[in-house]
C-alpha cells in the first residue's frame, strides 16, 4: 500500500494515487454539473440539492484520494454514498415530496401509473448502498 502524504506537502508535487482516481473524479463531477443544472432548471430541488452535494463530495475524495493517496478518503465516499442512499429510498417510497416533512409523504403513488416509477428508485438505492 502507498503511504500518504498531508496536504501541506503534497500541493506542489506529482500525484501519488492511481491515475484511475482522477477520471473517475472527472466523471463524478460532471454528474455533479447535470445534478446542479437540474436544480437550477428548478427540477426536484428537494432531493436534487442533497444528491449534488454528496457527488461533490464523492468528487472530491476523489481528487484527493488520487492526489495524496489517502486511503481513508474511501470512508468519506462510502458515508455520501450512504447518504445518496436513503435519499433515493426516499424518492422510491414518498416521491418527489419534502425530505423532512413527513406529512408530505405521497404513497399514493404506489397504487396509480406513477408505480413503475417508485419500482426503479429502488435499484438506484439499492446501488448506491452497496457500492460505494
Known amino acids: 500500500m502507498l503511504p500518504w502524504r498531508k ?3 503534497a500541493w506542489f508535487r506529482h500525484a501519488w494515487g492511481h491515475p484511475q482516481l482522477q477520471v473517475r473524479g472527472w466523471c463524478v463531477s460532471v454528474k455533479t454539473c447535470l445534478t446542479v443544472l437540474l436544480c437550477l432548471s428548478e427540477i426536484d430541488v428537494d ?6 452535494i454528496c457527488q461533490f463530495i464523492c468528487a472530491t475524495s476523489l481528487f484527493l484520494q488520487w492526489w495524496l ?3 481513508t478518503m474511501f470512508l468519506v465516499r ?18 418527489r415530496t419534502a425530505i ?6 405521497e404513497l399514493a403513488g404506489w397504487q396509480d401509473e406513477r408505480q413503475p416509477f ?3 428508485w429502488r435499484s438506484p438505492s439499492f446501488c448506491s448502498f452497496s457500492y460505494p
Open 78 to 95: 462510502s458515508m455520501a454514498n450512504f447518504a445518496k442512499a436513503f435519499l433515493f429510498l426516499h424518492l422510491s417510497v414518498c416521491g
Open 7 to 9: 496536504v501541506s506537502e
Open 47 to 52: 432531493h436534487r440539492l442533497w444528491i449534488g
Open 100 to 105: 423532512f416533512d413527513p406529512a408530505a409523504c
Open 69 to 71: 493517496a489517502n486511503p
Open 118 to 120: 417508485r419500482s426503479w
